[in-house]
T-cell receptor, first 112, second 114 residues
């Protein structure tokens, strides 16, 4: 069964600090992995997308890594800001025609 | 904004009511989706439409009835819902149904069933 597990479920950090969110998946065959940011009361917005051959991708202060051998991904947030408070969702696509498998998300709270 | 709009943003309805959720995408996409997001659970795919044809229905109860009159509009008709149907309902669209095609989400409709 295709699954995406994220950790931690929730995280509180101080403004300006860095943090790393984890995503483990068992989706096979693998096509791509996305990280989404979802603000409270809003829909998810894509941050990064990585295919099998990519092991790192950055979007401003967000850097995603992918290890396709161990089926793990991480999202590193640098110099956190209050606006980074949101849920971060890892989403894996199985192949060209498969639908997406969603992780449960990590709820991040950045405090001043 | 993502180019996907949803109305209403909030809805409270009784179990005997009939209501409809509306989604519109301004991106020229060919595929549209309905998702349910319950507290502390991953997003659950409900329905997929591709070129106005329903191509997937993930064992959703018949009290949820989708309608896609054209490639830009998607509706979710609701009737005789249960309290456990309270959730955030998200609409999304993508260029096509391929796994690599990015899905753009609307802001969602927060539904409360009393």
């Amino acid at each position: 069964k295709n699954q995406v597990e994220q950790s931690p479920q929730s995280l509180i950090i101080l403004e300006g600090k860095n943090c790393t969110l984890q995503c483990n998946y068992t989706v096979s065959p693998f096509s791509n992995l996305r990280w989404y940011k979802q603000d409270t009361g809003r829909g998810p917005v894509s941050l990064t997308i990585m295919t099998f051959s990519e092991n790192t991708k950055s979007n401003g202060r967000y850097t995603a890594t992918l290890d396709a051998d161990t089926k793990q991904s991480s999202l590193h947030i640098t110099a956190s800001q209050l606006s980074d408070s949101a849920s971060y969702i890892c989403v894996v696509s199985g192949d060209a025609g498969n639908m997406l498998t969603f992780g449960g998300g990590t709820r991040l709270m950045v405090k001043p | 904004e993502t180019g996907v709009t949803q109305t209403p943003r909030h809805l409270v309805m009784g179990m005997t009511n009939k209501k409809s959720l509306k989604c519109e995408q301004h991106l020229g996409h060919n595929a549209m989706y309905w998702y349910k997001q319950s507290a502390k659970k991953p997003l659950e795919l409900m329905f997929v439409y591709s070129l106005e044809e329903r191509v997937e229905n993930n064992s959703v109860p018949s009290r949820f009835s989708p309608e896609c009159p054209n490639s830009s509009h998607l509706f979710l008709h609701l009737h005789t819902l249960q309290p456990e149907d309270s959730a955030l309902y998200l609409c999304a669209s993508s260029q096509d149904r391929r796994g690599r095609a990015e899905q753009y989400f609307g802001p969602g409709t927060r539904l409360t069933v009393t």
